[in-house]
Nanobody
Framework: QAQLVESGGGLVQPGGSLRLSCEAS????????MRWDRQAPGKEREWVAI????????NDADSVKGRFTISRDNAKSTVYLQMNSLKPEDTAVYYC?????????WGKGTLVTVSA
């Protein structure tokens, strides 16, 4: 069964940076696209970024474009989210996720708080 474990969240000041990691297990990581979503307090969950498999093509939401970068290391079965120029509105729980064998798997999330 697929498992996803996020890490790297924390408290950061506006304008700061964080790098989130998500370690995957239980499936052939290199053959699946990986996504990051987030859920801010009192708001619905929203998609943040996606990275495809072999070519590693990426796409991200307009709200984070130019500030966040998704990447993957297939040898480590890990997907990353580099977050720069963080804003208070980026405060949220960030979830790594993937659709494997028709099932949508989610990690438990990691909290990012952007505050002075």
């Amino acid at each position: 069964q697929a498992q996803l474990v996020e890490s790297g969240g924390g408290l950061v000041q506006p304008g700061g940076s964080l790098r989130l990691s998500c370690e995957a297990s239980g499936f052939s990581f290199r053959t699946y696209a990986m996504r990051w979503d987030r859920q801010a307090p009192g708001k619905e969950r929203e998609w943040v970024a996606i990275i495809t498999t072999f070519r590693g093509s990426t796409n991200d939401a307009d709200s984070v474009k130019g500030r966040f970068t998704i990447s993957r290391d297939n040898a480590k079965s890990t997907v990353y989210l580099q977050m720069n120029s963080l804003k208070p509105e980026d405060t949220a729980v960030y979830y790594c996720n993937a659709i494997v064998g028709g099932m949508h798997y989610w990690g438990k999330g990691t909290l990012v708080t952007v505050s002075a």
